[in-house]
């Protein structure tokens, strides 16, 4: 870093210092979030198999990553979406795809939300990680009730045969979600995947429902 931009750095840190988004107190150097809340934060989970990939989530779910979670996918706070993907960057140190792979949403969810949680933090993780994106490898050509609107039965038909995978695909891909709760959601996009000679899904999700 140049001194220019060390000088930028120290005057938009005084103009603008960060704020915990969870609390309102005064944020770490260059996050917002305080020191308290970070030690607050839940648990990493253990990574959990998936066929032969693995389950991979920066938080167990829980409060208040939860709150966060909303606020960027339903509220459209990105800066809540970037907060989490950085905290989680570390859960996926082992994982070693050839490609990012977002969970799709139904074009008419899309035009409702007006961005996918899930590309966001494809594009962010993909980015750190030096990995490509590929946002539309994956087509979900039917339309789903929301799964966190359903009982955990009801999840699994809902989004049997949701997916479409374009071709060509990379032998070992990441899917990006944002929570893995049941599973059904990854495990119908991973059949697509399959379907399109992907050998290898490992899942890369902010929380995962334990
Ligand atoms: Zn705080």
């Not at 020191?35 to 934060?41: D, T």
């Not at 994106?133 to 009730?145: G, I, M, N, Y």
């Amino acid at each position: 870093m140049n001194l220019v931009d060390r000088i930028c750095k120290r005057l938009n840190y005084g103009i603008f210092p960060p704020i915990c988004r969870l609390c309102g107190n005064p944020g770490l150097p260059e996050w917002d979030l305080c020191l308290l809340c970070h030690r607050a934060l839940p648990c990493r989970p253990p990574p959990k198999l998936f066929g032969e990939g693995l389950v991979l989530a920066g938080f167990d779910y829980g409060n208040p990553v939860d709150g966060l979670i909303r606020h960027f996918k339903f509220q459209a706070q990105l800066g809540a979406g970037r907060l989490l993907a950085r905290l989680c960057e570390p859960a996926f140190d082992d994982s070693r795809p050839m490609a990012l792979v977002p969970v799709p949403l139904h074009i008419r969810r899309l035009r409702q939300r007006g961005f996918n949680q899930s590309l966001e933090l494809a594009r962010y993780w993909g980015r750190r990680r030096g990995l490509p994106v590929l946002p539309s490898a994956l087509v979900r050509h039917r339309d789903t009730a929301m799964q966190s609107t359903l009982t955990s039965p009801e999840r699994e038909p809902n989004v049997r045969g949701a997916f479409r995978a374009v071709m060509p695909l990379p032998r070992h891909v990441a899917l990006i979600d944002d929570v893995f709760t049941t599973g059904a959601t990854c495990r119908a996009a991973r059949e697509a995947l399959f379907a399109a000679g992907v050998q290898q899904v490992d899942v890369w999700c902010l929380a995962r429902v334990t």
